[in-house]
DNA sequence: CGAATTTCTTAACAAAAGATAAGAATAATA
DNA sequence: TATTATTCTTATCTTTTGTTAAGAAATTCG
């Protein structure tokens, strides 16, 4: 896929946070980066500041911390979704986790040095506050519920609720990352998937 | 406290998200409100939508789920920080939990329908994309954290963590609380609390 | 101050999750 | 296709958490 193909479909698929006129758009991908990374790379590093703001235009990323010597991944993005170190991007430290690919990926990316110089720009100032802002309440949506799910359900409830969603990570992700996204190990994951099918299946033979 | 004093307390507190000259400022207050609400009484109402954003000036709240009847408090926020129910502000859906006064607390507010208004106003509009953007930064800060905490540590560590940041929670807020916003119940939090006790005298014998 | 309520801790047992290791099932690739 | 490597499940045992109930400690309030 070369840039102009790229960059076309990227003002489609943000245009629920931001649209252009032709002037805007012209001046807009001029701060614009397509990044390519291959299976299994990263494209956010451990201890490295983060300072692009993604977007996937497909391929996925898993965000991975190390605990002692191991991989725990903590969230998945797929395509058509904003990727990047959140705290790292805006407190300008180091990221505590990676951020790598699933697949090969195409990003768009925005440097935060980028993003900086269109919030000075005239033309494009107050659109870029708002595109910011909107990107970082889309996350804020999606954490409140994360963040709830933890608190008031069990695993099991998690896992339930993510067969029910019917989302991408239910179909594409190992059943070990599902496992550490829920919270817990692969194991319990394992037992948990044991005990839902047992109960099904005694369910529908009470039906039939 | 009167208004004025309030507004003013306010116009410093929030000087890190927005600054105005004396003309914005002017406009800018036209577009708040003082809410008062008594110990114990809801600021945001279970499945009602919640079209305030709001700002504790003195006082606290707790954020609280009822499941099966019983109350889970997921989370707290205290004087000198932005509260609204999140997602139902965002998306104009009913909320599916309370926030709750601690308290007796003062928050100044700014109704949904003005922040629009002040989103279309000429000396507003960018200034209060931004303060937009920067509140909504500031959740996502605290909420990476804090889900990060649930995927890679133990409540055990959640609670240590609690207590070396010396915030306000562990000092203001009931042990129970505490233990549901770190995800599970008072008694295994009391659990806990005595094994830490314990291992920390035996270290002590030892260095002594 | 004293009674009543709430909150916190402890105990006992059940249920769930972690750790480790080994075997089955899949997927990757030579 | 056969081999290798990875991923997933199962088993066993330990640790932790949930549940329920009862008693201790602390607060509230008349």
Not at 39 to 54: D, H, P, S
Not at 76 to 85: D, H, I, L, P
Not at 92 to 118: G, H, Q, R, W
């Amino acid at each position: 896929m070369d840039r102009e193909v790229i960059l076309i479909s990227y003002r489609e698929k943000i245009k629920n946070f931001i649209t252009f006129n032709d002037e805007e758009w012209y001046a807009f991908t001029g701060f614009l980066k397509i990044k390519k990374v291959k299976k299994n790379r990263c494209f956010v590093e451990y201890g490295k500041i983060c300072r692009e703001l993604g977007f996937i235009i497909n391929g996925a990323v898993r965000f991975c911390n190390v605990i002692n010597g191991q991989e725990i991944t903590g969230y998945f993005s797929f395509e058509n979704s904003f990727v990047t170190a959140l705290k790292s991007y805006l407190a300008e430290e180091p990221c505590l986790y990676d951020i790598k690919t699933l697949e090969d990926t195409i990003f768009v990316t925005i440097s935060k040095k980028n993003m900086e110089a269109m919030l000075k720009h005239p033309l494009l100032s107050c659109k870029m506050e708002r595109f910011g802002r909107l990107i970082s309440e889309s996350f804020n949506i999606l954490f409140e519920d994360r963040i709830k799910s933890f608190v008031i359900k069990t695993p099991e409830q998690r896992y339930l609720d993510l067969l029910k969603s019917g989302k991408d990570i239910v179909k594409r992700i190992p059943v070990q990352y599902i496992a550490q996204f829920i919270g817990i190990t692969a194991v319990s994951l394992s037992r948990i998937r044991k005990r839902i099918m047992n109960s099904t299946l005694s369910t529908n033979r009470i039906h039939t």
